[in-house]
């Protein structure tokens, strides 16, 4: 790729960003960066436990563990091992190197995500569930075990569950959330001072570079810090605590205000991390409010209120929502015991601390998350919810609720590096079922055939142009000559967008929603061989019959200006991280500049 679309590629992500990250990778590699110098000792002992358990019976330690929202696996003899993947089945065996020089990509062990899952700690939300159900001191002793085991196999700043400032940053926010279930955020004990302390020192150092990627790494570890130093400042009153809480709030300000836009997208266009960023930014305003602390700024509420209002649009009556963006299997806030597509719970905590009223007033698993934080439901009227027909401009997506239809529509706008080849992916819904659906994510390491599959544009309801993706690939994780659109516009009834490739492929598509059906005309031209549009099916009993598909519910027309070739074949899709799983996919393909035009009708 030339140099000057590299260039401009550097400019798009914005020179600073791209300053800050280049001088924290130079200061490591050259030792100057302070994070080579750290040290602590972490605690053994008591943290949540005071061992007066009732009965003298023997503690009960659970015999399974769930990753990534799908994945069962065993415990052996009661405690995890904290360098085991589910995903892989495979064990990192280089436990006692320092944190920074383990590779980020290590093909021996595969996606290093799946180590770490155990490490989130997002398990003592469990523990102190069932230790809100029992009050006998059981649950919070077996916490105590695994926290010990943990301490001692994983010693400060060693091993790969250091390598990560964000995965310290969780393990920070779900130790303060189990304060917090426990009504304890006032009254904790030196060990888990110690034990937050040193984490908020590994986070330190690295903050320029989460920072620098303007993502979910900013806000989850500003987070952290603002609520880690002031639960210790609370506690233990520290110029080095006020100052981690201080830099904590500063940053989380600066990332509300930069990473949402104002139509409330986030900068990575993706649902669950979306979810993330949502859940952090509940537990900063919780923590303040149980600490008293000053509010945030206006505008700051502001945006988390778009951000909240942008969620509920997207999700469904079932909770679920558009397998949109890219997914790591993160869910922070796991309290309620649903469905980790459920998507209901974090509105719900948002809508009540953001918006001045519960979003979802029926009662429901989703609740859950305002009984674990004592918060009161809080009721609103229904006319004054967000209309699920919205045009957000600034993050690129148009939604539409028609009677039994919903859908949306991705727009090539971006201010922050797109992850994904989606421009123009129309995601639709029939009866709550995402009948037109896109392919997820799998896995960050993976073969480059995966990567270019799940993030390019054959796992997305758009047109592929002479086998090609829809930008050019600088890296696993960077597109250059990001699209930019053309001839967008915006009716109820009736909207449009286009786009020009790299490769000079130009592709239209205008939508018509309606009650009973949505009408596509895709207009594509300046491909040289062929181009393949592609509608990714609910796996369901469909039938092609000429230029028309069926399952019963839904019927797909396929017309053209010029003959085009129309077959079923089979597409793969990720609705949970690491998993792949077969759907059927309709391909529509031309060999010549044509419009298609694709009906999409309710035939119940």
Same mark, same amino acid.
């Given at each position: 790729?030339?140099?000057?679309?590299?260039?401009?590629?550097?400019?798009? /992500?914005?020179?600073?960003?791209?300053?800050?990250a280049l001088? %924290?990778?130079?200061?490591?590699?050259l030792?100057i960066n302070p994070v080579?110098?750290?040290?602590?000792?972490?605690?053994?002992?008591?943290?949540?436990?005071?061992?007066n358990?009732?009965?003298?019976?023997?503690?009960?330690?659970?015999?399974?563990?769930?990753?990534?929202?799908?994945?069962?696996?065993?415990i052996? @003899?009661?405690?995890?091992d904290?360098?085991?993947s589910?995903?892989?089945?495979?064990?990192f065996?280089? !436990?006692?190197k320092v944190?920074?020089k383990?590779?980020d990509?290590d093909?021996?062990?595969?996606?290093i995500?799946? !180590?770490?899952e155990a490490?989130?700690?997002?398990?003592?939300?469990d523990?102190?569930k069932?230790e809100?159900?029992?009050?006998d001191?059981?649950a919070?002793a077996a916490?105590?075990i695994?926290?010990?085991?943990?301490c001692?196999k994983n010693?400060a700043?060693?091993?790969?569950n250091w390598k990560?400032?964000q995965?310290?940053?969780?393990? &920070?926010m779900?130790?303060?959330?189990a304060?917090?279930?426990?009504?304890?955020i006032?009254n904790i004990?030196?060990n888990?001072?110690g034990l937050?302390d040193?984490?908020l020192?590994?986070?330190?150092p690295?903050?320029?570079?989460?920072?620098a990627?303007d993502?979910?790494? *900013?806000t989850? +570890?500003?987070?952290?810090?603002?609520?880690g130093?002031?639960?210790? =400042? @609370?506690?233990k009153?520290?110029?080095?605590y006020?100052?981690w809480q201080?830099l904590?709030?500063k $940053?989380?300000i600066?990332?509300a205000?930069?990473?949402?836009m104002p139509?409330g997208?986030?900068?990575?266009?993706?649902v669950?991390?979306h979810?993330?960023?949502?859940?952090?930014?509940c537990?900063?305003e919780?923590?303040r409010r149980?600490?008293?602390?000053d509010?945030?700024p206006a505008k700051?509420?502001?945006?988390?209120? =778009?951000?909240t209002?942008?969620? %509920?649009?997207? #999700?469904?009556?079932?909770?679920d929502?558009p397998?949109? *963006?890219a997914n790591?299997?993160? @869910?922070?806030?796991?309290i309620?015991?649903?469905?980790y597509?459920?998507?209901?719970?974090?509105v719900?905590?948002?809508?009540? /601390?953001f918006?001045?009223?519960?979003?979802?007033?029926?009662?429901?698993k989703?609740d859950a998350?305002?009984?674990?934080?004592?918060?009161?439901?809080l009721?609103?009227?229904?006319?004054?919810?967000?209309?699920k027909?919205?045009?957000f401009?600034?993050?690129?997506?148009?939604?539409?609720a =028609?009677?039994?239809?919903?859908l949306?529509?991705?727009i090539?706008?971006?201010?922050?590096r797109?992850?994904?080849c989606?421009?123009l992916?129309l995601?639709? $819904?029939?009866q709550?079922?995402?009948?037109?659906?896109?392919?997820?994510?799998y896995?960050y390491n993976?073969t480059?055939?995966?990567?270019?599959?799940?993030?390019? &544009?054959?796992?997305? =309801?758009? #047109? +592929?142009?002479?086998?090609h993706?829809?930008?050019?690939?600088?890296s696993?994780?960077l597109?250059g000559?990001? /699209?930019?659109p053309?001839s967008?516009?915006?009716?109820?009834?009736?909207?449009?967008?286009g786009?020009?490739?790299y $490769?000079?492929?130009?592709?239209?598509?205008?939508?018509?929603?309606?009650s009973k059906?949505i009408? !596509?005309?895709?207009?594509i031209?300046?491909f040289k061989?062929q181009?393949?549009l592609?509608?990714?099916?609910?796996p369901?009993?469909?039938?092609?019959n000429?230029?028309?598909?069926?399952?019963?519910?839904?019927?797909i027309?396929?017309?053209?200006?010029?003959?085009?070739?129309i077959?079923?074949?089979?597409g793969e +899709?990720?609705r949970?991280?690491y998993q792949k799983?077969?759907?059927?996919?309709l391909?529509?393909?031309?060999?010549?500049?044509?419009?298609?035009?694709?009906?999409?009708?309710?035939?119940?």
């Amino acid at each position: 790729m030339p140099i000057k679309q590299k260039a401009d590629t550097a400019r798009s /992500l914005g020179l600073s960003s791209v300053y800050r990250a280049l001088s %924290y990778r130079l200061s490591v590699k050259l030792g100057i960066n302070p994070v080579r110098r750290i040290t602590a000792t972490l605690p053994s002992g008591d943290f949540f436990a005071n061992y007066n358990i009732s009965n003298n019976a023997p503690i009960s330690l659970p015999q399974s563990m769930s990753a990534f929202g799908h994945i069962q696996y065993p415990i052996v @003899n009661g405690i995890p091992d904290w360098f085991y993947s589910p995903l892989t089945q495979r064990t990192f065996t280089d !436990v006692n190197k320092v944190w920074y020089k383990i590779s980020d990509f290590d093909n021996e062990i595969g996606d290093i995500k799946g !180590v770490w899952e155990a490490s989130r700690f997002d398990w003592l939300i469990d523990f102190i569930k069932q230790e809100q159900t029992d009050r006998d001191g059981k649950a919070l002793a077996a916490l105590d075990i695994w926290l010990n085991d943990w301490c001692q196999k994983n010693p400060a700043y060693l091993g790969p569950n250091w390598k990560c400032g964000q995965e310290a940053s969780i393990r &920070v926010m779900h130790i303060i959330t189990a304060l917090i279930g426990l009504g304890s955020i006032r009254n904790i004990n030196d060990n888990i001072i110690g034990l937050l302390d040193c984490h908020l020192r590994r986070i330190v150092p690295t903050i320029s570079y989460a920072i620098a990627q303007d993502n979910n790494h *900013g806000t989850s +570890e500003a987070v952290a810090l603002y609520i880690g130093g002031a639960v210790l =400042n @609370n506690i233990k009153p520290d110029r080095q605590y006020l100052k981690w809480q201080r830099l904590g709030e500063k $940053w989380l300000i600066n990332r509300a205000m930069k990473l949402i836009m104002p139509d409330g997208g986030f900068s990575q266009y993706s649902v669950n991390y979306h979810r993330l960023m949502l859940d952090s930014y509940c537990l900063a305003e919780i923590v303040r409010r149980q600490l008293n602390l000053d509010k945030f700024p206006a505008k700051v509420y502001k945006r988390l209120g =778009n951000a909240t209002d942008w969620l %509920y649009v997207l #999700v469904q009556d079932s909770g679920d929502a558009p397998n949109l *963006g890219a997914n790591d299997g993160a @869910n922070l806030l796991p309290i309620c015991d649903s469905d980790y597509r459920d998507f209901r719970p974090t509105v719900q905590l948002a809508s009540t /601390l953001f918006k001045g009223k519960s979003y979802y007033p029926a009662i429901g698993k989703y609740d859950a998350s305002l009984d674990f934080f004592n918060l009161d439901k809080l009721k609103g009227e229904k006319s004054s919810l967000p209309s699920k027909s919205q045009w957000f401009n600034h993050s690129g997506l148009i939604t539409s609720a =028609n009677n039994d239809f919903f859908l949306c529509f991705k727009i090539p706008k971006f201010k922050f590096r797109p992850s994904q080849c989606d421009a123009l992916h129309l995601d639709v $819904w029939f009866q709550n079922e995402n009948i037109l659906r896109d392919g997820g994510t799998y896995s960050y390491n993976t073969t480059t055939a995966d990567i270019d599959y799940y993030s390019g &544009v054959k796992s997305h =309801n758009t #047109v +592929e142009f002479d086998s090609h993706l829809q930008m050019p690939r600088l890296s696993r994780f960077l597109f250059g000559s990001w /699209l930019k659109p053309k001839s967008l516009t915006y009716k109820k009834d009736k909207f449009s967008c286009g786009y020009q490739d790299y $490769w000079q492929c130009e592709h239209t598509r205008i939508v018509q929603p309606s009650s009973k059906s949505i009408i !596509v005309t895709d207009q594509i031209r300046g491909f040289k061989q062929q181009a393949i549009l592609r509608w990714r099916l609910i796996p369901s009993e469909w039938i092609l019959n000429k230029n028309i598909i069926s399952n019963g519910k839904i019927a797909i027309e396929i017309s053209s200006d010029s003959e085009v070739k129309i077959h079923l074949t089979q597409g793969e +899709e990720s609705r949970f991280f690491y998993q792949k799983t077969n759907l059927p996919v309709l391909e529509i393909i031309a060999t010549e500049p044509t419009n298609l035009v694709t009906e999409i009708k309710d035939i119940t």
